[in-house]
């Protein structure tokens, strides 16, 4: 899907690390929320609270889920899940745009 139809957007931005990450949020007819944002060339650590799908629209990134040693490589085109309550580490190669699908 290359857009999202019949939403409101909630017009302030999310803003996290100091700029790193910028999002909307999105909600769609049926109360579905999602995030559409970019993350810049870093390496930062989000918290979960609901489980999350991150489908990567453009870019690349490194990913380690909470409790593991191993980092996996994802580029647009692709998407990883997150378990809920949990967090993962990120490290982008080059600005990341991405959405976010909670729940």
């Known amino acids: 899907m290359s857009q999202f139809d ?15 990450c910028v999002s909307h949020t999105v909600v769609l007819a049926d109360g579905t929320r999602k995030s559409v944002g970019v993350i810049l060339p870093s390496t930062l650590t989000f918290n979960t609270g609901a489980p999350e799908i991150m489908e990567l629209l453009q870019g690349r990134c490194r990913v380690r889920m909470a409790g593991s040693d191993a980092w996996q490589e994802y580029a647009g085109g692709e998407s990883f899940n997150v378990v809920g309550n ?6 982008t190669l080059e600005n990341l745009h991405y959405v976010c699908h909670f729940g």
């Open 6 to 20: 019949n939403v409101s957007v909630v017009k302030t931005a999310n803003v996290y690390f100091d700029g790193k």
């Open 86 to 91: 949990s967090s993962f580490d990120i490290e």
